[in-house]
């Protein structure tokens, strides 16, 4: 099952993928009168019932009637977690990754923030930011939360797996290197696009047998495998927790594999009207287009 969350005069609405329009969640409930855990959509995937929720409509959806659809090419895709609480991230999580840096594979996990200002959907613009002029790309898989907790075991780690998504850890080299942190390089306004859908853990047996992809203009520039990530996922959620409680909804960018620009020679950095098209397996497609500074909308 998948789901993401789209904006239109009626506000944001979550939504199914279906064939090739998207169907909302909220009036099909309503018409097969089932309540709804949470109607406000900043809730929405923070909520207990959610899921199950979620699984009901879409078992018994079968042909939507047509006042329930949208078109794919004519609504505007939110992030389909709009606010998480946190945005954890890793660095150096691939094997092929540290090889091209040169670098062995840390002993732990490299762990860093995002924050929710670098959110943006599906088919939103990155901003270049002015400080910048080194803007890299990072095609990775995205764990959301659905149970929070703290001290989780790996063997139960993914009892607190909510879904996987598609995002781009989108990063200013020259401000995350000279800067001496990762933070302020990675977590500019529109860096860190998210969606388009969550696809539900169940429909994702193995998150580490997964093709991963990044074409840059229709260029292939990262083209590898979670099966290369250093630490599990089961891992990185149960190493974070150790010290930080997990809450629903929060999300694990879980690393990007070889290819990233800085790394290339020659080296390859972001730039106005560039179009990304990042795909996980299973997971889904995210497309993004790169704006120069003087673009407000995202």
Known sequence: MKFGLIITERGKRPVFPWKDKLVDVLDFAERQGISVPAADAEKFIKTEGTVPFLRRLWDILEEPDEDLLYEKEKVKFLPPVPSPEKIICLGRNYI?????????PPENPVIFAKYRNALIG??????????????DYEAEL??????GGKGIEPAEAYKHILGYAVGNDVSARDCQFGDGQWVRGKTFDTFLPLGPFITTADEVED???????LDLNGETMQDSSTSK?????NYIISYISRDITLSPGDIICTGTPAGVGFFRKPQVFLKEGDQIRIEIERVGVLENSVASPEVSSV
Do not use: Y
């Open 207 to 213: 998150p580490h047998s997964l093709h991963i992809k």
């Open 122 to 135: 599906h088919r939103g613009k990155i901003i270049l930011p002015r400080s910048s002029r080194m803007v």
């Open 142 to 147: 995205v764990v959301v939360i659905g149970k």
């Open 96 to 104: 092929d990754h540290c090889q091209e840096q040169g670098k062995e």
């Open 229 to 233: 990530m250093v630490f599990s996922v």
